[in-house]
Structures are given as structure tokens and as C-alpha cells.
């Protein structure tokens, strides 16, 4: 077990960190918008599991090699850019679909592939890697008993406060969405939003410098 004053330090800082809008927000945000309240806080639950085999890894060694390989760490970046792409694109083809009050939907309406997707989105962002392991470290007590163990330990809480913070966003998109659905034209728009800004984040990985 984290000694309770090194779980609390790294809480806090885990929570600065996350607080801040960063990829997670955007995307969250942006599912929100193309998708509702639902199929946002679907995505946050699912970026917050694709964090647990990252944590695992990290914790076994294996994250370590990743973020010291460029080319493998540049893979991952680029595997989860061209996938934040594609879900942006798919939003923006099928925003038509978003608007129509029934009707089949290209959209992943089903919660599993929202669930699923959301998860693909956290196990790829090589950011995520390069942050669990330069700070879980940090905060592990070689005195407190296993290693690996106190690494998870800080890894689901970091996955709970994420979940906590992204889903404050979603939940304030979705009020902004719930306004702009009262007219189809709107849902459109917003809907094409949330793509553009999936395909945005999906950029931004992709140019983002390697983790030396």
C-alpha cells in the first residue's frame, strides 16, 4: 500500500494535471457534442480503462521501454492520431444522422462501441505512457512493500479522478448540446463540431514532440 502522505501528494497533483483541458477533455467534449451526454460519459469510462493495462505495463516494465523506443513510442502516437481521425470523420459524414429523431444511424449508438472506442483512445496515447513513467515512481515507497503493487495503487487513482473531472465536462457539453438540439440544423453543426475537434486532437498527437 502508498503510504497515505505520498497518496495524497500524488492525488494532487494527479488532479492539477488533470483539471487542465487536455486531450482527454477535447475528446470527452467532443463525443459529447456528436454523440450526447451518454455516449461522452461512455467515453470517459472507456479512456479511464484503456489507463489500467497502461498502468500495468508501466508497472511490469514494459511502459518504460516504450517511452525510452522512439519508434515504438512513435507507432503508438501514431496509431491513436489516425484513430482519432477517423472517429472525427465518421462524426462529421454521418452528422445528419445525429439530428434525425429516428431512423438507423452509422453512428456508434451501440454503448459497447462507444465503450470500446473510448478505450482505444486511452490505451494508444503514448502521453498517458510517458506520464506513468516519469511520476509514478516519484511517489512509491521501496519500504512500503511492493513496488509494482503501490504503481497500480496510484494508477486506478488516477483513473478515478480523471473519470471524476472528465465527466464535469461532458455533463456541461451536454447542457450545451441539450440548447442546440431544440432545432436538427443545430444538432448538425454541433455534431460536425465534435468531429472537427476529434479530428483537431487527432492532429495534435500526431505532431507532438517524442518523450526524450
Partial sequence: MVPPDRLLAFSLAALVLIVIPGPAVLFSVGRTLALGRTGGLLSVIGVALGLIPIVGAVALGVGGLVAQSVPLFVALKVVGALYLVYLGIQAIRHRKDAAAPVGPSTLPRSHGRQLLQGFVVGITNPKTIAFFVAVLPQFVDLRAGSVPLQMLELGLVFAVIA????????????????WFARSPKRVERLTATGGGMMIGLGGILAVSGDPH
Fill in 163 to 178: 473519470v471524476v473531472s472528465d465527466a464535469v465536462w461532458v455533463f456541461v457539453a451536454a447542457g450545451a448540446r441539450a
